[in-house]
């Protein structure tokens, strides 16, 4: 069985932090680039931050960067997704994907590109 699944999502007050994790099943993370994605009611499917298999080079959206970090733990099969200074904006349901190597981390990004995705994790940022 091949499966990602997303955790750590929850309601938290504007300024606060969460840390999402990604958990993969089935298959070795290692021999895949990985992104984060996120979508807000009404609205379309955006690329968030991706990174590279080896986890040497990192995008991010210029809405999250200085914000956000992707990092990952490929020996736990594991990425995570650090989301600090939340905005109301950043509302959304997240979701991770897993794509071959044949595609760049910013094209990853920019067509919400993925092999294998989660299910999501809500995210709500309110006062």
């Known amino acids: 069985q091949l499966q990602l699944v997303e955790s750590g999502g929850g309601l938290v007050q504007p300024g606060g932090s969460l840390r999402l994790s990604c958990a993969a099943s089935?298959?070795?993370?290692?021999?895949?680039?990985i992104g984060w994605f996120r979508q807000a009611p009404g609205k379309e499917r955006e690329g968030v931050s991706c990174i590279t298999s080896s986890g040497g080079s990192t995008y991010y959206a210029d809405s999250v960067k200085g914000r956000f970090t992707i990092s990952r733990d490929n020996a736990k099969n594991m990425v995570y997704l650090q989301m600090n200074s939340l905005k109301p904006e950043d509302t959304a349901v997240y979701y991770c994907a897993a794509q071959l190597r044949s595609i760049t981390i910013q094209t990853m990004c920019a067509r919400s590109l993925g092999a294998y995705w989660g299910r999501g994790t809500q995210v709500t940022v309110s006062s």
């Open positions: 089935g298959f070795s993370l290692d021999a895949y680039i």
